[in-house]
C-alpha cells in the first residue's frame, strides 16, 4: 500500500487540490482504459455464460424428454403385447406417463399409420385419438421427442411426444436471471477496482509533480516521502535522494561562494591599503613595503590557481586519459620532482619501494599531481627536522600509496573533515593554507575508481593512503612468470598544468 506522510517543513508543498473522483488527466485515461477491459471482459463472461446456460439446460430437457419417450414406449409395447396388436391395445398407462409430463402423446404403427392421437377421443377400438390413418394428427405444439415401440425384437410402431412451448423455460429464466445479477455485481466491482488501483497508481506521480514544481520555485526543503512499494516506491525515492543531492550541491556552491569570498577579502583589502597609502603618500615605496604587498598578490594568485586546479579535478573522471601505469615508479617520480621542496622545508624524505611493477589502471598525470598534493601538503605542516615516508604496497585486489609524516598531526575531531573543499584546521589557518590541496586529492582518486584516508596518532604523526584497483602485468596475464616493461601514459615527471 501507497502511504504519503506529509511533510514536517513548514515550506513543503501541500497536496494539489484533488479533481473530481481524486483523479487528473492521466488518472482518467488510465480509469477509463481499465474500465474498457473489465467492462468487456465483463460482457463476454456473460455472454459465453448465457449461451452456456442456454444450451446446457436446453440439452437437459431434451435428455428428459427422450427419456419420457422411452418410458412411454415400453408401456405402448407392453399394451401391444397383451392386445396382441394395436387394434384392441390399452394405451391408457402410456397416455398417463405422457400427461405426467406434460407431453400430447401419437402413436403410430410400423405403417406410419396413426393408431392414438392427441385429441383424447375415443376411436370405434376404443383407443383415443381421432381415428386410424394420418387423420386427428396431435394438438400440442412444442419441442418433441420419438422413440419406437419394439416387441420381441420387432419394431411395431413408434410414440411421437409433443411438449408444451413452455416446457423447461422457468429454469432458463432463472440461469438468466443470476448470470445477468452477476454481470452487473462484476462490473461495480470492476470499475471500483479500477478506480482503486488509477488512483494509487497516479497518487505518487502527482506528488512527485507537486513537489518538482516546488523545487522549481525556489523551495529546496520540498520531498516527496512516500512509502510505496515497487517501482513507484523506487521512483519517489530516487526523487527524494535527488533533491537532497541538489539541496546538498546548493548549499556546497554558497559556502564555496562564502569561503571565496572571505579567501579573497583578506588579502585584497591589505592589498588596497598598502596601495592607497603608497598613492596619497602616507609610506614610502621601500623594498620591505613592495615584498609586502607582492606576497599578498602571490597569496591571490594562489588561491586562485587552487580554485582553478579544484574545478579541474572535479571535472577529471571526463578527461583522463587512462593506461597502465607503474605506481611504485610514478611515486618515484613524483618524490624526486618534490625533494628540493621537503629538503627546503628541513625535512628528511624516505621511500620504502613495494613490488615491480605495481600496475594500475589510471592516468599518470592525475595521480602525479594527487601525490605531488600530498607531499606538498607535508611540506606545509611539518615541522624541521621531521620526516617523510613514502610506501608502496599491494594486497590481491588493491595498489596503495602511503604519505606518512612524523609531525604534528591532525587533532581527531577535524579528521573527518581534512579531505572537504575549503576546510582548515587550526594549523592551515596559521600557515595560510586554502584548505583545496587534500579536496583535489580525493577528487582524482575518485575519478579513478580509488579511495583516501586520513590517520593520525595521538602522540603526533599523520598517514595518507591512496588506494586504486590494481590491474595484471602482461606476463602475469599470459602466465609466464616475467613481468612486462609497463607502459605508462605519459611521463611522470612533466605533470600537466591546471
Known amino acids: 500500500m501507497i502511504r504519503e506522510t506529509p511533510p514536517p517543513h513548514r515550506?513543503?508543498?501541500?497536496?494539489?487540490?484533488?479533481?473530481?473522483?481524486?483523479?487528473?488527466?492521466?488518472?482518467?485515461?488510465?480509469?477509463?482504459?481499465?474500465?474498457?477491459?473489465?467492462?468487456?471482459?465483463?460482457?463476454?463472461?456473460?455472454?459465453?455464460?448465457?449461451?452456456?446456460?442456454?444450451?446446457?439446460?436446453?440439452?437437459?430437457?431434451?435428455?428428459?424428454?427422450?427419456?419420457?419417450?422411452?418410458?412411454?414406449?415400453?408401456a405402448a409395447a407392453d399394451a401391444y403385447r397383451a392386445a396382441g396388436g394395436w387394434s384392441a391395445?390399452?394405451?391408457?398407462?402410456?397416455?398417463?406417463?405422457?400427461?405426467?409430463?406434460?407431453?400430447?402423446?401419437?402413436?403410430r404403427n410400423a405403417d406410419d399409420e396413426m393408431m392414438s392421437g392427441g385429441s383424447g377421443t375415443m376411436d370405434d377400438h376404443g383407443m383415443s385419438g381421432s381415428g386410424h390413418g394420418h387423420q386427428g394428427q396431435g394438438t400440442g405444439s412444442g419441442p418433441g421427442a420419438t422413440a419406437p415401440v419394439v416387441v420381441d425384437g420387432d419394431t411395431v410402431g413408434s410414440v411421437h411426444l409433443v411438449f408444451s412451448a413452455g416446457s423447461g423455460s422457468a429454469g432458463l429464466s432463472v440461469a438468466w436471471g443470476w448470470v445477468a445479477a452477476a454481470a452487473v455485481g462484476a462490473v461495480a466491482l470492476a470499475l471500483a477496482v479500477s478506480w482503486f488501483v488509477t488512483r494509487r497508481l497516479t497518487a505518487p506521480l502527482v506528488r512527485v509533480a507537486a513537489t518538482a514544481r516546488a523545487l522549481a520555485t525556489g523551495d529546496r526543503t520540498a520531498r516527496t516521502r512516500i512509502d510505496a512499494p515497487g517501482e513507484l516506491g523506487e521512483l519517489a525515492r530516487a526523487f527524494d535522494a535527488m533533491a537532497d543531492d541538489v539541496g546538498h550541491s546548493e548549499q556546497a556552491?554558497?559556502?564555496?561562494?562564502?569561503?571565496?569570498?572571505h579567501e579573497l577579502r583578506t588579502p585584497l583589502a591589505s592589498l588596497r591599503a598598502g596601495?592607497?597609502?603608497?598613492?596619497?603618500?602616507?609610506?614610502?615605496?621601500?623594498?620591505?613595503?613592495?615584498?609586502?604587498?607582492?606576497?599578498?598578490?602571490?597569496?591571490?594568485?594562489?588561491?586562485?590557481?587552487?580554485?582553478?586546479?579544484?574545478?579541474?579535478?572535479?571535472?577529471?573522471?571526463?578527461?583522463?586519459h587512462l593506461?597502465?601505469?607503474?605506481?611504485?615508479?610514478?611515486?618515484?617520480?613524483?618524490?624526486?620532482?618534490h625533494e628540493a621542496e621537503l629538503r627546503t622545508a628541513g625535512l628528511t624524505v624516505r621511500i620504502v619501494p613495494g613490488p615491480a611493477p605495481l600496475l594500475?589502471?589510471?592516468?599518470?598525470?592525475?595521480?602525479?599531481?594527487?601525490?605531488?598534493?600530498?607531499?606538498?601538503?607535508?611540506?606545509?605542516?611539518?615541522r624541521p627536522g621531521d620526516t617523510v615516508t613514502v610506501t608502496t604496497s599491494a594486497t590481491p585486489a588493491e595498489a596503495l600509496v602511503e604519505v606518512a609524516d612524523t609531525g604534528p598531526g591532525i587533532p581527531?575531531?577535524?579528521?573527518?573533515?581534512?579531505?572537504?573543499?575549503?576546510?582548515?584546521?587550526?594549523?592551515?589557518?596559521?600557515?595560510?593554507?586554502?584548505?583545496?590541496?587534500?579536496?583535489?586529492?580525493?577528487?582524482?582518486?575518485?575519478?579513478?575508481?580509488?579511495?583516501?584516508?586520513?590517520?593520525?596518532?595521538?602522540?603526533?604523526?599523520?598517514?595518507?593512503t591512496l588506494r586504486l584497483p590494481r590491474t595484471e602485468s602482461r606476463g602475469q596475464r599470459h602466465g609466464s612468470g616475467l613481468g612486462a616493461e609497463p607502459r605508462v601514459a605519459r611521463q611522470a615527471n612533466t605533470p600537466r598544468g591546471i
Open 11 to 74: 515550506g513543503a508543498p501541500a497536496p494539489p487540490a484533488r479533481p473530481a473522483l481524486g483523479l487528473g488527466p492521466l488518472g482518467r485515461r488510465l480509469f477509463a482504459a481499465f474500465a474498457v477491459v473489465a467492462l468487456a471482459s465483463v460482457a463476454l463472461l456473460t455472454a459465453a455464460a448465457l449461451v452456456g446456460a442456454d444450451r446446457g439446460i436446453s440439452s437437459a430437457h431434451q435428455a428428459d424428454r427422450r427419456r419420457t419417450a422411452a418410458r412411454v414406449a415400453v
Open 253 to 261: 556552491r554558497h559556502r564555496l561562494a562564502a569561503d571565496v569570498a
Open 275 to 320: 596601495l592607497e597609502e603608497l598613492r596619497d603618500g602616507y609610506a614610502e615605496p621601500s623594498a620591505r613595503r613592495l615584498a609586502s604587498l607582492h606576497d599578498q598578490a602571490l597569496r591571490l594568485g594562489r588561491v586562485i590557481d587552487d580554485l582553478g586546479e579544484l574545478a579541474e579535478a572535479e571535472s577529471a573522471r571526463l578527461s583522463l
Open 89 to 107: 391395445a390399452d394405451l391408457s398407462a402410456a397416455r398417463s406417463v405422457a400427461a405426467a409430463a406434460g407431453a400430447v402423446l401419437t402413436v
Open 323 to 337: 593506461a597502465e601505469v607503474d605506481l611504485t615508479a610514478l611515486a618515484g617520480a613524483a618524490v624526486a620532482e
Open 412 to 464: 581527531a575531531d577535524e579528521l573527518p573533515y581534512v579531505f572537504e573543499r575549503l576546510w582548515r584546521g587550526a594549523g592551515a589557518r596559521t600557515r595560510g593554507g586554502s584548505g583545496i590541496g587534500l579536496a583535489v586529492v580525493k577528487e582524482l582518486v575518485d575519478a579513478h575508481g580509488g579511495t583516501v584516508s586520513a590517520d593520525s596518532g595521538p602522540k603526533g604523526g599523520t598517514r595518507m
Open 360 to 382: 594500475v589502471h589510471a592516468d599518470a598525470d592525475r595521480l602525479h599531481q594527487a601525490l605531488g598534493n600530498l607531499l606538498s601538503n607535508a611540506a606545509r605542516h611539518c
